[in-house]
């Protein structure tokens, strides 16, 4: 029940983020653009380290359309991808506030040289126009000041994983006896 339960859910995710995606691909003519030159291509998102405790996300494999948009392949996944992407998810929420700040999260890339530089710069040049999206729901002046409240809560956000980090570094490594643990940091 509860395998069945988690499948559903990172299914219905991977269906989200692949409209999301697309949503923020087809506001730039250039990025479609691209992305066509790579009609039938597959890539694979790998998440290394996801949380046992989490339920486990399905196979992350797009493969490019020829309007130059990703498909979720979802159980017709092939093995064989053209490029792959791999980045480190065992922090989940550290993972998704670095995004939310406006930061990009360390990718390892392997696969078709041409794919990957496309798409790096796909992940380098566009950005959801979040506040353009919610004129259409609620207007200009009302969608001008969310997007303004959103800047100031992603600033506080990176400012506060700044500290964190700074606090990690500096913070040694004791043991439960408050010892500094032996050994290279």
Do not use: Y
């Not at 130059?68 to 392949?73: F, R, S």
């Not at 092939?78 to 550290?94: E, W």
């Not at 969608?143 to 959103?150: N, T």
Request: charged share 20%; with cysteine.
């Amino acid at each position: 029940m509860f395998h069945a339960l988690a499948s559903s859910f990172g299914s219905a995710l991977a269906q989200r983020l692949t409209l999301l995606v697309n949503h923020v691909l087809a506001g730039e003519a250039v990025a479609t653009h691209k992305l066509r030159a790579h009609d039938g291509r597959a890539l694979r998102l790998q998440l290394d380290g996801w949380p046992a405790l989490l339920p486990p996300l399905p196979d992350l494999v797009f493969r490019v359309t020829p309007a130059g948009l990703l498909e979720w392949c979802g159980a017709e996944a092939p093995q064989d991808v053209d490029l792959q992407l791999r980045l480190d998810a065992s922090n989940p929420a550290m993972l998704l506030a670095l995004v939310a700040g406006g930061e990009q999260p360390r990718v390892d890339v392997q696969g078709d040289a041409q794919f990957a530089a496309d798409l790096s710069w796909l992940m380098d040049n566009l950005r959801w126009d979040v506040q353009d999206d919610l004129e259409r729901l609620v207007g200009p002046a009302p969608a001008h000041e969310i997007a303004r409240i959103g800047r100031l809560l992603a600033g506080g956000l990176r400012q506060a994983l700044r500290t964190l980090s700074a606090m990690a570094v500096r913070t040694p490594r004791t043991e439960p006896t408050g010892v500094p643990a032996a050994g290279p940091r």
